[in-house]
Nanobody, 118 residues
């Protein structure tokens, strides 16, 4: 089993930056891909960014050039650096992780609220 705990959400103004962090514990060696979903009220859930242990991160078109996902060398933490935030980035952001050979995400954090005001 893997446990994911997010931190770093909050309230910022448009144009500002925020960094989200997700700490993984448990059987971390079973994890390949880690990423971040977000969901705003009344909207579908969106995979914002994901990164495998080896390979290139992928981003939703809506955040390309503004958000950067990264993992530490110990593979226990994944961060989402969010720059040039917009009000439409307001959502609950949830850390996710997938095991090797899995297409979907097996593990989910509890979510952290990001609110961007005008």
């Amino acid at each position: 089993q893997v446990q994911l705990v997010e931190s770093g959400g909050g309230l910022v103004q448009a144009g500002e930056s925020l960094n989200l962090s997700c700490s993984a514990s448990g059987n971390i060696y079973s994890i390949n891909v880690m990423g971040w979903y977000r969901q705003a009220p009344g909207k579908e859930r969106e995979l914002v960014a994901s990164t495998p242990r080896v390979g290139t991160p992928t981003y939703a078109d809506s955040v390309k050039g503004r958000f950067t996902i990264s993992r530490d060398k110990a593979e226990t933490t994944v961060q989402l650096q969010m720059n040039s935030l917009r009000p439409e980035d307001t959502a609950v952001y949830t850390c996710v992780a997938a095991g090797w050979g899995r297409e979907g995400f097996d593990y989910w954090g509890q979510g952290t609220q990001v609110t961007v005001s005008y």
